[in-house]
């Protein structure tokens, strides 16, 4: 049962061209997302949340989107860069209690930024 | 403060063996994770500490897996009897209690990659 779910394996963009990565979930009970990015041998590292209050989160280059009627989050770069190119995961937290402190992840993007 | 360190990066071992990873978080965390990443698929989560009480547990963690952090501390991840479906990246991560900051303090170690033969 997949929770948290990335449909799109891989991605190609160009340098300086927006990259668009997108995210589905299914448990209503999801009260706060976040992406991670991570680098072949290297533990994910944070990068944007959003909580479930909130429908748009701006860092920078990242912005993350959330539409909860349609249970679907995105997470927009601009401009991007070659060294965005890794793997990026979608994460939520659930709000049940007992489950307070894990978060179910996504099976990942793989972007790749071309120059 | 060098973040949250796993030891070691990579072990090769034979199936039926047993195995021991280590994970020492970042100091004041008082929160501590482990999750399991096979190829192809995001982290799973294995198990959580506050201080040094275990509070939870997924189903993947079989019998055949402990985990313990006495003192409140460091933390070690021991597989007994390891089978070849056991072979994936163990990751590590520390927090503060959930709600402080951002991501909820979620920082990662770079993993313990297990590949049983």
């Known amino acids: 049962d997949q929770q948290v779910k990335q449909n799109s394996p891989s991605l190609s963009v160009q340098e300086g061209r927006i990259s668009i990565l997108n995210c589905d979930y299914t448990?209503?009970?999801?009260?706060?997302f976040l992406w991670y990015k991570k680098y072949p041998a290297e533990g994910p590292t944070f990068l944007i949340s959003?909580?479930?209050?909130?429908d748009k989160n701006e860092d920078g280059r990242f912005t993350v989107f959330l539409n909860k009627s349609a249970k679907h989050l995105s997470l927009h770069i601009v401009p991007s860069q070659p060294g965005d190119s890794a793997v990026y995961f979608c994460?939520?937290?659930?709000?049940?209690?007992?489950?307070?402190?894990?978060?179910?992840f996504g099976t990942g993007t793989r972007l790749q930024v071309t120059l | 403060d060098t973040g949250v360190s796993q030891d070691p990066r990579h072990k090769i071992t034979k199936r039926g063996q047993n195995v021991t990873f280590r994970c020492d978080p970042i100091?004041?965390?008082?929160?501590l994770y482990w999750y399991r990443q096979t190829l192809g698929q995001g982290p799973e989560f294995l198990t959580y500490?506050?201080?040094?009480?275990?509070?939870?547990k997924s189903r993947l963690l079989s019998d055949r897996f402990s985990a313990e952090r006495p003192k409140g501390s460091f933390s070690t991840l021991e597989i007994q009897r390891t089978e070849q479906g056991d072979s994936a990246m163990y990751l590590c991560?520390?927090?503060?209690?959930?709600?402080?900051?951002?991501?909820?303090?979620?920082?990662f170690g770079s993993g313990t990659r297990l590949t049983v033969v």
């Open positions: 448990n209503s009970m999801f009260d706060y």
């Open positions: 500490f506050q201080n040094e009480a275990q509070l939870e």
């Open positions: 991560a520390s927090s503060l209690e959930a709600g402080r900051g951002a991501n909820y303090g979620y920082t």
């Open positions: 100091s004041e965390h008082n929160r």
């Open positions: 994460a939520a937290r659930s709000v049940d209690t007992g489950t307070a402190s894990k978060l179910t």
């Open positions: 959003i909580s479930s209050i909130k």
